[in-house]
């Protein structure tokens, strides 16, 4: 069966410091792999998604997540954050099952900027 | 503007007391899906319709019932809450679903209480 784990549920981080979200999967099948951002009080939002090609894929607000087959891998990661990055963030892989796309979540990592 | 609008936003009720939770998309999109946030749980998917009269279980679907009679309309219903459905929930709808690929566009989110 596939599954999502987001090693870290929560990640303090200081304001202009790295950020890495880790997210591994579990699939016997080619995988789609995407990142979703929920920030406080609002639905979940797109924030990349990697479905073949390079393994380095850039999303919104400086975002980027390296697709990792080896290592069966997809971690977020931003070189400085900002207050306004405070969110959950949601690692989710994308199956057909019984003929319906269906979006596998792990279980969220929620990061928080210290100013 | 393209959105997915839930209603209410929040609402807290008794045990038994039948509730529905109304989602509506202005996108024209076939795919339409319920999820529940439970903390350490991440997003579990209770229903979801492929189109119109067509509807089928995710991966939590008791205690809840869908129904499909317009695109644009896919309400959750709840016949008898019980404290163990006070929950996050949230209406996503997509473009198809039949591809991996395809994006989901979450709602605001309902957050629902049951005493």
């Known amino acids: 069966a596939q599954s999502v784990t987001q090693l870290d549920s929560q990640v303090p981080v200081f304001e202009e410091a790295p950020v890495e979200l880790r997210c591994n999967y579990s699939?016997?099948?080619?995988?789609?792999l995407f990142w979703y951002v929920q920030y406080p009080n609002q639905g979940l939002q797109l924030l990349l998604k990697?479905?073949?090609?390079?393994?380095l894929v850039k999303g919104i607000n400086g975002f980027e997540a390296e697709f990792n087959k080896s290592q069966t891998s997809f971690h977020l990661r931003k070189p400085s954050v900002h207050i306004s990055d405070t969110a959950e963030y949601f690692c989710?892989?994308?199956?057909?099952?019984?003929?319906?796309?269906?979006?596998?979540f792990g279980q969220g990592t929620r990061l928080t900027i210290n100013p | 503007e393209a959105q997915v609008t839930q209603n209410p936003r929040y609402l807290i009720t008794v045990t038994g007391k039948k509730l529905t939770v109304t989602c509506s998309q202005n996108?024209?999109?076939?795919?339409m899906s319920w999820y529940r946030q439970d903390p350490g749980l991440g997003l579990r998917q209770i229903y979801y319709?492929?189109?119109?009269?067509?509807?089928d279980k995710g991966d939590v679907p008791e205690g809840y019932k869908v129904s499909r009679k317009e695109k644009r309309n896919f309400p959750l219903i709840l016949e008898s809450p019980s404290p163990n459905q006070t929950s996050l929930y949230f209406c996503?709808?997509?473009?198809?679903?039949?591809?991996?690929?395809?994006?989901?566009?979450f709602g605001q989110g309902t957050r629902l209480t049951v005493v």
């Open positions: 699939s016997s099948v080619s995988v789609y």
């Open positions: 319709s492929m189109n119109v009269e067509v509807t």
């Open positions: 990697y479905l073949s090609g390079s393994t």
């Open positions: 996503a709808s997509s473009h198809t679903g039949l591809v991996r690929d395809t994006e989901a566009f």
């Open positions: 996108m024209n999109h076939e795919y």
């Open positions: 989710a892989v994308s199956l057909i099952l019984q003929g319906a796309q269906k979006l596998v």
